[in-house]
């Protein structure tokens, strides 16, 4: 029994030795680096031409370009619920859809588009069309 608390004691005092204070200890109490964009959100999903993807409470990409009588389409792979309005009010205005849900837009006429997610402040985005 004797040898057992002899055991015991050195095991705690071993363990208790690595918590002093040693010059040459060079390990670091810092956290890991991590590798994350500056927003902290997940890389852009790849958008076809045309195609604008709603991911991260986003419109990715923000801006796009397209040639008059081309179709523009908003996908949204968020699992909340967006929709797209043209910030001028003539073009177009979509209801509100759903994760895996798209709406289509059929361009007119040449000219800048801005518009908006009325249920997100911030989440806007442009359309150029072009001749």
Not at 55 to 74: L, S
Not at 102 to 130: L, N, Q, R, S
Request: net charge negative.
């Amino acid at each position: 029994m004797r040898k057992t608390a002899v055991a015991l004691s050195l095991l705690a005092l071993a363990g208790f030795s690595g918590c002093g204070d040693d010059d040459e200890d060079t390990t670091s109490n810092a956290p890991a680096e991590t590798t994350t964009s500056q927003t902290g959100a997940a890389p852009a999903p790849e958008a076809a031409p045309g195609e604008v993807i709603m991911k991260g409470i986003r419109f990715q990409p923000a801006e796009i370009t397209v040639k008059v009588g081309d179709t523009v389409t908003w996908k949204n792979e968020d699992p909340v619920d967006h929709n797209a309005v043209d910030e001028a009010g003539g073009q177009f205005k979509s209801e509100l859809f759903g994760e895996g849900k798209t709406y289509e837009f059929k361009t007119t006429k040449a000219g800048v588009i801005d518009y908006v997610c009325t249920v997100h402040p911030g989440m806007t985005g442009k359309i150029t069309v072009t001749e």
